[in-house]
């Protein structure tokens, strides 16, 4: 039964709007054993010249990215070595942690330590699950990888799955954990 | 500014509004770029006899356990080896898919699998994530592993990460990932 | 989808928030055509001390009675033929309409009306419909009537129904329609 | 000083609106002892982008016809012997009980049945009486016949109520009472 | 933390909207000892089609002028010996008490004082104060006055304050004092 | 018409309540032309439990005291020359402007120069004005002064009119008016 009513400055469109509709209903269901049907959400929308705050109208600011979005084509820009734009995805301060590395924080240090490695590897995704934390999002992906060793044999089903923190609308964390290792052994 | 209404049957306790409170202000987050002491939750709650659907009153189902603690229960039984414990938290259709292994859907397999790969293992975790997700709670934990090897030397610090489904409750997929296989290659 | 909202003082029982649950469900699905469960009605209740009407505090009203049970009790002293119980639910200014005679007012003037007309008659009701009118309620019921001729001569299964309007808890106009005629015609 | 509140995906007319405002506060006041101008009903409509059940978009129903509109469109149809129109407004199964008469169900029936009894009738309304119940609406209308019995002499001031049950738009059932064969009677 | 919603008729203009949010605010503040920004007013308004009272729909009405601007207005007029000016925004019934004078009524009754006592006088305000009173409105004003003896000498610095009070957006009561006496006693 | 529904956390005696639903009432009189009846105020509590902001749970601060009564207070402890009693209603930083005086920042001062003008001075009250001010109140005060002079003759009927303002409860300027020069120089 639970019934959520949001207040909100107008200005966000649908899309933005549905996004919290879902969210508060997860929210919601996260709790209370509702089931989703039974949970209503509705989103009032206020002109600017009607909400105050101390007495003084506020203007709404624009919605956040999508940070399923974010994670996606940063890991695409990767994949196709396009560094500059990844590179701009990056906040300043991105750290990240790969099996058996030491921790790296730029694009550059982590395609050097992959060289000798891999000869290139690509992902098939499984599934994307994100969430709000640490004053930011925190998005999780996982699935198969596959690719070429670096004497030309294939790999495919290696499992991998990379955690994000993002802040600001910027990758500001990165792990990775996956069965290569795991794979190579048992080559 | 948002401010998010929630209408609801009296009879929670101030922990489980507590979680409501802290999971709607991180919905609106989530989306829209707030501070934190921008959002507001206001709570109405409602005498049964205060509320009805299609004219008939509702009773409040009890709230759902805070799925963290799920896992965290369930992993605890699992290191001191109280498999009637861990399996009492297990749903119909339980898989587990460790690295390098096959899926498995009992403790037993499990155990007979970890058996000649060392002779114990504890958890250090760095951090639980939680969230709504596929009709139920997605949990993620990570942190370190230490513990022995068959040959009595001890191993710390190799990474883990542990993700859970739970739906009703109880427990239904989980997935593992770590760098033991990096750290025998190592080794 | 419609939610409903009530505001109302504190103060009214169970059965009253019931009558109103329903009340408000049925109004909203006199104009819309949702399914019963698609439509909530969540009562807010406040203390007197939490009211202000020009800035002054207001008292509840005692609920109106239902007007269904008003007529039924009207119609049980008239058929026991206990004049001083019906006549004190009797507004100031009531009249009475029955087939094939002139308005009547009191109540003895409709006994004397009736007495060559039959020995006896009971009603047997197949339904209530009672609804707000008037600036009061207007309340049908229908159903058949048995009893006894003045020849002694049982009759039964004539069609009836009778129309009240009822102001301030009293009964103010009585319509009557029923068979009789067309069964002392085919008779 | 009962508030109500209706919250309403967009999209409904004015007429719509002012009739769930009428129907609502007549809700009210049929319980609660507040003067008319006490009661006020606010409706919050919104946009289908705002209202989410189950995390989803709903899009509003077409608000329902009128009922006694319904009811009297069918009685004039029938007055003026129109009887594809009046057809075209029964539902399945529609069944008429009409004094002395074995219940029918076609409108053939009903014009065989009333052609030996009255040249024709025509009736002057004194009220339509209109209500939700049993999932859809009940009609009360009552007032006076006047017409030609066979004979060709004329007749008016005979008592009339009819009684209908609407679902989904269309008449079920019909329930007539009157004063005719009091009258014949008393011829 | 008070949570102000106002709900409303559509077609106030901005500035209205902005008086009340800061009015209500402000009423707040007056009890409770809120930082101003964490008061929050919300306005939300409604088509006169979404309101109803008694069942019947409501017309908003105009809103009021700002009673600091009508004062100001009429002591502007006053300066420039504009007197149809000032005497339209004069009720029926409005006295006037200044220092060491009897109540006046007219505005000539007043010139008529003024003129044995200076050439002319001019207001700097340092403050306005308005407040809702009396069924209207109440205004306080004060500052210095400045201006010429009879003798031509000139004066300022002269402290004064003028208390108004308003009602149906016109002045009903005026009381002066001022420093004028003290000021002659000393010179 | 309008409606004013003020969220509030619990713990506030009715006397709190009272002024609130009075200034609330007051404020929206201040800009709409609605009659007294016509403006209701819903003041909804929630227990701590229920509000969050920022996630977090917030506890209601003590309501201010009534500055009307500080300003009665201060003065009648100043009649009764009671200055350790005026004294503590007194902020940092307090100032006192008198007519003809220097401005002033302590009671002696204010005794010392009021030694050679009167022996002593009642206050009779005509009325006392509050508002929200200055982030905190402003108090008027207005009527009469009686006393004696220093030769001990009487006087009576003298104007004045106090302005406060008061900051955390605590006065921190006053401004006074009065007819006294005026008075002296017809005597």
């Known amino acids: 039964m639970p019934i959520v009513e949001l ?12 996004r919290l509709g879902k969210g508060l209903t997860d929210a919601v269901r ?6 989703p049907e039974a949970v209503t959400v ?33 890991l695409s820009a990767m994949e196709r070595r396009d560094l500059p734009a990844a590179q701009a995805m ?8 790969f099996p058996g590395a ?4 730029t694009l ?9 490695r891999y000869a290139f590897v690509r992902k098939t995704y499984e599934r994307f699950d994100a969430m709000p934390g640490n004053g930011g999002a ?21 499992r991998f799955i990379d955690r994000f ?3 600001g609308g910027k990758l500001i964390r990165q792990d990775v954990w996956n069965d290569m290792a795991e794979a190579k052994a048992q080559a």
């Open 42 to 74: 509705m989103v009032h929308e206020m002109a600017a010249a009607n909400y105050y705050r101390g007495g003084e109208m506020r203007q709404p600011a624009p919605a956040l990215p999508d940070p399923t979005r974010i994670v996606h084509d940063y």
């Open 90 to 97: 990056l906040a300043e301060g991105f750290t990240m942690q």
């Open 165 to 167: 923190e993002i802040a």
């Open 138 to 158: 925190i998005v999780y992906c996982f699935g198969t990888l596959h690719g070429e060793w670096l004497d030309g044999t294939a790999f495919e089903g290696i």
């Open 7 to 18: 207040h909100l400055l107008q200005g966000y469109d649908d899309g933005v709007k549905a």
């Open 30 to 35: 996260f709790v209370l054993p509702a089931a």
């Open 102 to 105: 030491a921790p790296m924080t």
């Open 108 to 116: 550059e240090e982590l395609i050097a330590w992959s060289k000798p």
